[in-house]
């Protein structure tokens, strides 16, 4: 069976769940190329993420709350034991409010929607605002998220679009909902001006949200595992004596071989 | 001849809820209904198959947290206790029934069912649980693979690569002290995957892991044999899917075969039911009423006359549910084999609480489908690791970022009721990684302090408490238990950045949260 054969008629039948046409790269291209602010408006502070499709419970719940059982309260319940005490909700105050770094961390929460939190300390603040020179008394603080999606580098400088969403004080967070999954992001945590000059007092890594579609990439290579050195504890690496480059490196193409090689049936 | 493999992985996990500084706290009963209700009644349905000689082969995930709490001293003394006290309820219930036949038989049963318990777990186990699993592990019917470390959710903890070592490293070192081997896979907790773990994975030498349906259906490349065959990172770390096709008539307890009405009824319990001062004695340790596991009445459902449980009936319900699953695993197989050019991989992850606790008939449907399935001929079970040696020619993609929970990926752990956690869960991992940097080999006080500091994160990570957060009746203890860790950390740290490790609370410590006795801060490195 040709490989071409393998993809229809195996992807076709195994996986009709998973339908059949998808969008080619060019479109995917194409999707990352609009300016994602524009298309869907990217939420504020809180904004909440589309309207899930989901049932209000997963398949899980249920267990997770058998398994998790607490006692009924009720008027012949005796007085509570020591680690049945009430708590406030905000108990978590016993932490530190901030913790005197800046910083900003982006978590792709789904495909769909990220969650960001921040802290800008006031010597964070002050660089900034010195940087902005007078422009910097009407600043405001602001979270710029770059989609940084097909963008080689990891500053989000020169990526393809941004958003700022206006925030306020030094320490919180937010769910900024997005357009595309299958996106790369970053952000800022900075001050902007009035004329839109931006300085960025702290940045986080890229984050990627997951894809909602199979990939449009359908390439096939194959490994045989026979050629990975290690396991029962070591350290996982593809055999030095398996063909292609990058000998010892678990990264590397070895034992990778893009013709396949399928058994008969 | 055989048309596929099915591989049922059974996963158990609970938080750490040993409270040595207190009396009993209502929180290990969780852990002692997962022994009574799940360990018990499905090793010994193991011992069934193998007396009958019935071919089987099935993965345990167990947590390394769960791991250390079976073999905890203190926790086994305790659920001794409990397991006295459900024999001595059940032995009233037998007496007061007697005027009612059908409710009479079904006290017997539970009667019958704690005595055997208390045998098993005293006599045959010796208290240790983790042994027996090492035993049915050496007799080849299971094969034990741990979760991260304390069940971290690792994508939500993965700004701080060095807390995503610790996770994955102390499970493969824990697994080892454990079970004399190294594990071949990893249970990601909550199937929770994001591109790029995989490294951390091959790094501690475990070969595959398992990701949600979505994980394998959006990777890349393509697969061309969806869930249905493992793929590869470049790593060499091979990624199984979920079968969706399989998952909801087992999962689902509302619409699945556990919804079947001749079913015992999880939510009636002598616990709630009986008079308080009947059952005082047996319910929560604070005195308010929990269940006891000593249930009448089949699922008739809310509001309806609640009916006498009919053992018969359910077992013949089970088995007509596995002649219902394992005929359509079979008739999946036989159609995915045709159009595959290698046999076909099933992959059944459930919860294991399912399994006894949640679905009281679940191990007597589970043995019988293991018991259909060998005699069938055509579909055999296996494990992943099975799996990767008979085939290991496996196409090389990479799965796509997904979770099991709702809606595939990440808001059942990250939502306003728990967003705030990671801040500092982040704060102190990286504050910890830069101390363990600047004391790579510390004196003895350090090495302790930074060592304990770890194990409070580690617990503080354990991905239950984001989800227990979103919950009412349980989301006061998970802030507690998340901050009390996180205080604890950050406490350690500053002592150790100060020089002013207090070693009398640091012993006390040590003594409270005593898991990974081995542990080594070092692992951040």
């Not at chain 1, 890229?206 to 504890?233: M, N």
């Not at chain 2, 009396?23 to 198959?49: K, Y």
């Amino acid at each position: 069976m040709s490989i071409g054969a393998v993809i229809v008629a195996g992807w076709g039948l195994v996986g009709d769940w998973l339908g059949s046409a998808w969008c080619d790269v060019v479109r995917e291209l194409r999707r990352h190329a609009e300016p994602f602010a524009g298309r869907l408006g990217l939420g504020g502070a809180g904004a909440a993420p589309p309207a899930p499709a989901a049932p209000a419970r997963g398949l899980d719940q249920d267990v997770r709350d058998a398994k998790f059982l607490m006692p009924r309260r009720g008027p012949a319940a005796a007085a509570s034991a020591p680690d049945d005490a009430p708590l406030a909700r905000d108990g978590h105050a016993a932490l530190p409010a901030a913790y005197g770094t800046d910083r900003v961390t982006l978590l792709a929460r789904d495909p769909r929607c990220l969650f960001a939190y921040w802290e800008a300390t006031a010597e964070g603040r002050r660089k900034a605002a010195a940087a902005l020179g007078a422009e910097a008394r009407a600043a405001q603080e602001v979270l710029r998220i770059h989609d940084v999606t097909f963008v080689a580098t990891a500053s989000g400088a020169n990526g393809r679009h941004a958003v700022d969403v206006d925030v306020a004080g030094p320490v919180g967070s937010c769910y900024v909902a997005v357009p595309a999954a299958g996106g790369t992001y970053r952000a800022e945590i900075g001050l902007r001006t009035a004329s839109g000059r931006f300085v960025a007092i702290a940045g986080s890594e890229a984050v990627a949200t997951p894809p909602e579609q199979p990939a449009a990439d359908t390439a096939v290579r194959w490994a045989d595992l026979r050629t990975i050195d290690g396991g029962a504890g070591e350290p996982l690496r593809w055999s030095a004596g398996a063909t292609g480059d990058g000998a010892g490196s678990p990264a590397g193409s070895n034992g990778a071989t893009d013709q396949p090689s399928l058994p008969g049936r | 001849m055989s048309s596929g493999t099915l591989a049922v992985v059974l996963v158990a996990h609970l938080p750490f809820v040993r409270h040595a500084g207190a009396d009993e706290v209502v929180q290990e009963r969780w852990l002692f209904d997962a022994v009574t209700e799940t360990f018990v009644p499905v090793l010994e349905m193991l011992d069934g198959l193998e007396r009958d000689r019935v071919p089987c082969r099935l993965t345990l995930a167990v947590s390394p947290l769960l791991i250390d709490s079976l073999a905890d001293a203190l926790l086994r003394d305790r659920y001794l206790r409990h397991l006295d006290r459900l024999v001595e309820l059940a032995e009233k219930e037998e007496r007061r029934t007697r005027g009612d036949a059908a409710l009479h038989r079904i006290a017997e049963l539970h009667l019958a069912r704690f005595y055997r318990t208390r045998a098993v777990f005293l006599d045959e186990w010796q208290q240790d649980v983790v042994a027996a699993l090492r035993a049915y592990q050496e007799r080849g019917l299971i094969d034990v693979i741990p979760t991260a470390a304390t069940h971290g959710l690792l994508p939500l903890l993965a700004a701080s690569p060095a807390a995503i070592r610790a996770q994955v490293d102390v499970a493969a070192a824990e697994h080892r002290r454990f079970f004399g081997r190294a594990a071949d896979g990893l249970w990601l907790p909550e199937c929770a995957w994001q591109p790029g773990l995989d490294t951390a994975l091959a790094r501690a030498g475990f070969r595959y892991f398992f990701v949600e349906t979505d994980g394998i259906a959006h990777a890349t490349p393509r697969p061309v044999y969806g869930v249905y065959a493992p793929i590869v990172c470049d790593s060499g770390v091979a990624a199984f899917g979920r079968d969706p096709e399989s998952a909801k008539p087992v999962w689902s307890v509302e619409e699945g075969f556990p919804s079947d009405p001749w079913y015992l009824d999880f939510h009636r319990d002598v616990g709630f039911e009986r008079e308080y001062d009947y059952v005082h004695a047996y319910v929560a340790p604070n005195g308010q009423r929990f269940p006891t596991g000593i249930k009448y009445h089949r699922r008739t459902g809310p509001g309806a006359h609640p009916e006498p449980y009919d053992p018969d009936r359910a077992r013949a319900r089970a088995h007509a549910h596995a002649d219902e699953f394992v005929a359509a695993r079979m008739r999946q197989a036989a159609w995915l084999a045709r159009n595959m050019d290698r046999p076909p991989i099933i992959v059944c992850p459930y919860d294991a609480a399912l399994f006894g606790h949640r679905w009281f008939e679940g191990p007597l449907w589970l043995d019988a489908v293991l018991r259909r399935l060998a005699a069938g001929g055509t579909l055999t079970t296996a494990t992943a690791g099975d799996d990767l040696a008979a085939h290991p020619r496996v196409q090389r993609a990479t799965p796509a970022a997904s979770t099991w929970g709702w809606k595939g990926h990440l808001e059942p752990w990250l939502g306003p009721a728990n967003d705030w956690v990671y801040r500092h869960l982040h704060a102190a991992a990286d504050r910890l990684h830069a101390l363990a940097r600047r004391y790579p080999s510390g004196d003895e006080r350090t090495r302790r302090a930074l060592t304990q500091a770890l194990r409070e994160l580690l617990l503080a990570q354990t991905s239950d408490w984001a989800a227990l957060m979103t919950r009412d009746a349980t989301a006061d203890y998970a802030v507690r238990r998340v901050t009390e860790h996180l205080v604890r950390c950050t406490r350690l740290c500053s002592e150790v950045e100060q020089g002013a490790v207090d070693e009398q609370a640091l012993g006390t410590l040590e003594g409270v949260d005593d898991v990974f006795p081995t542990l080594d801060y070092r692992v951040l490195l």
